[in-house]
């Protein structure tokens, strides 16, 4: 989550509990903006720049893995960037900084062009000058080629969360202290929550969810989402105005393998084929799905576009949990994905290059090694991707440059927040696919 700027900062008062963001990764990002038309990165080599990093454990996990990269973060909190440093220290990651300085001040304070910039929970939380510092800071410090990921608040699901927020500041307005204040939040959506729930109301169940939402979260995130001082919610078109304004155009949600960031491609066809489009057809798809937050890619206008080819997608990397459930040599065949989703296959080009691929998890192989004719299946190994059936990758995250015998991050990890981070960038318990040890290998060239 992003600072506050002011003289008093609620992230002192109250840190604020930061996590890695799977889809803020430099090969994820890289990835989503080759299948979308955008930019094409190299991998090899980068610099990346955070933008209100909070503790540093989003950049940290990233720096551990990625030591051919490096890392910037700013926050505004010191208390944030002291605990940041203090981390990075522990863990004798020399490919990292940190700088404790106001938003606005992030073009001076840095040096130099980064391939990415990253900005997670920071665009609708700031006041609109810094917001507009953030848009333009790409003009001097991101290179021209460069991807910016942020994320922000949604109309029109945030008209109803707006309305809660709304609700709780100045219910809780009375009451000392910013952790007060939010228990004292949490206990009265509680209690709200309860109350609705009893109504078969329809308005009634909508508000008991959202209450619920406020009662069972994270003490730091209803601190710093519901009781900031700034929450600034935009619809679609809205924020792709100010971008534009600034010179960025949206690529892709970042988050679009996953069920909040997925796109349907079926029913925007549908409202345009009706037209029942509104003031702008990605707005009116937001009104329908009850959209809350987006995730996008940003890229320079007038930077490079095209369709990735199919020679582009045979050297991408496939991997997947895809399981034959009665394995065959025939089709249609049925597989089992370690989600629960059962897929059927009726090419058998795509169930043979499946077939076998789960027994390498969460590694995997070059589509080209897979699938013999690479253009006729391109569409659907990208509808996999994007139900997350499948992932395909730029670069095999298991072969990072990391020299420690044992995977310190993970060890610290456990002390403090009881969950791993992977090389993928992923989240999980101690027992499942952040590996005790890790490789000693250097990532070949990719560009």
Same mark, same amino acid.
């Given at each position: 989550m992003a600072d506050v700027t002011g003289i008093e900062n609620p992230y002192d008062e109250l840190a604020y509990r930061s996590l890695p963001v799977e889809w803020s990764a430099p090969?994820?990002?890289?990835?989503?903006?080759?299948?979308?038309?955008?930019?094409?990165?190299?991998?090899?080599?980068?610099?990346?720049? =955070?933008?209100?990093?909070? &503790?540093?454990?989003?950049?940290?996990?990233?720096?551990?893995?990625?030591?051919?990269?490096?890392?910037?973060?700013? &926050?505004?909190?010191?208390?944030?960037?002291?605990?940041?440093?203090? #981390?990075?220290?522990?863990?004798? /990651?020399?490919?990292?900084?940190?700088i404790h300085a106001d938003l606005r001040e992030a073009t001076t304070r840095t040096e130099g062009r980064f391939d990415y910039v990253l900005a997670h929970g920071v665009f609708s939380w700031v006041p609109d000058d810094v917001r507009e510092a953030l848009l333009h800071l790409h003009h001097e410090r991101m290179q021209p080629n460069g991807l910016m990921y942020l994320n922000y608040n949604t109309l029109p699901g945030w008209s109803v969360r707006g309305l809660v927020r709304r609700f709780l500041l100045a219910q809780t307005a009375a009451v000392p202290g910013l952790r007060a204040r939010t228990e004292a939040a949490q206990t009265l959506s509680s209690q709200l929550a309860a109350?609705?729930?009893?109504?078969?109301?329809?308005?009634?169940?909508?508000?008991?969810?959202?209450?619920?939402?406020?009662?069972?979260?994270?003490?730091?995130?209803?601190?710093?989402?519901?009781?900031?001082?700034?929450?600034?919610?935009?619809?679609?078109?809205?924020?792709?105005?100010?971008?534009l304004g600034h010179g960025l155009a949206p690529i892709a949600d970042a988050d679009f393998t996953h069920a909040g960031g997925r796109s349907d491609p079926a029913l925007d066809g549908w409202l345009e084929t009706e037209g029942i489009v509104g003031c702008a057809l990605e707005d009116t798809s937001d009104l329908v799905r009850? #959209?809350?937050?987006?995730?996008? @890619? !940003?890229? #320079?206008? &007038?930077?490079?576009? $095209? &369709?990735?080819?199919?020679?582009?997608?045979?050297?991408?990397?496939?991997?997947?949990?895809?399981?034959?459930?009665?394995?065959?040599?025939?089709?249609?065949?049925?597989? *089992?994905?370690?989600?629960? =989703?059962? !897929?059927? @296959?009726?090419?058998?080009?795509?169930r043979a290059g499946l077939s076998g691929l789960a027994a390498l998890w969460p590694r995997g192989l070059r589509v080209s090694e897979r699938f013999d004719d690479v253009a006729a299946i391109v569409d659907d190994l990208r509808l996999l991707h994007r139900f997350g059936l499948i992932d395909l990758r730029v670069v095999e995250p298991h072969d990072f440059v990391v020299r420690d015998? @044992?995977? *310190? /991050?993970?060890?610290? =990890?456990?002390?403090?927040?009881?969950?791993?981070? $992977?090389?993928?960038?992923?989240?999980?318990?101690?027992?499942?696919?952040?590996?005790?040890?890790t490789p000693d290998v250097t990532p070949a060239a990719v560009t």
């Open positions: 090969e994820q990002l890289a990835v989503t903006s080759l299948l979308h038309g955008g930019p094409r990165m190299r991998l090899d080599s980068y610099r990346v720049l =955070e933008l209100g990093c909070g &503790d540093g454990t989003n950049l940290i996990a990233l720096a551990y893995y990625r030591r051919h990269g490096e890392f910037v973060g700013i &926050d505004g909190s010191g208390r944030h960037i002291e605990a940041a440093k203090a #981390r990075a220290t522990r863990l004798g /990651l020399d490919n990292l900084s940190f109350t609705l729930m009893s109504s078969e109301h329809p308005y009634s169940q909508l508000m008991a969810r959202e209450f619920r939402i406020v009662a069972d979260a994270e003490l730091t995130y209803v601190a710093h989402e519901y009781l900031n001082p700034e929450n600034h919610a935009y619809w679609r078109s809205e924020f792709r105005a100010l971008a009850y #959209r809350q937050l987006h995730s996008p @890619i !940003l890229a #320079r206008v &007038d930077g490079s576009r $095209s &369709d990735a080819t199919p020679e582009e997608v045979g050297a991408l990397f496939v991997a997947t949990t895809l399981t034959e459930i009665e394995p065959t040599t025939t089709v249609p065949a049925l597989f *089992r994905h370690d989600s629960g =989703e059962t !897929l059927e @296959i009726t090419d058998e080009s795509m015998p @044992i995977n *310190r /991050l993970n060890a610290l =990890e456990a002390t403090e927040q009881r969950e791993l981070t $992977s090389a993928y960038h992923r989240r999980s318990p101690p027992t499942t696919d952040a590996p005790a040890e």
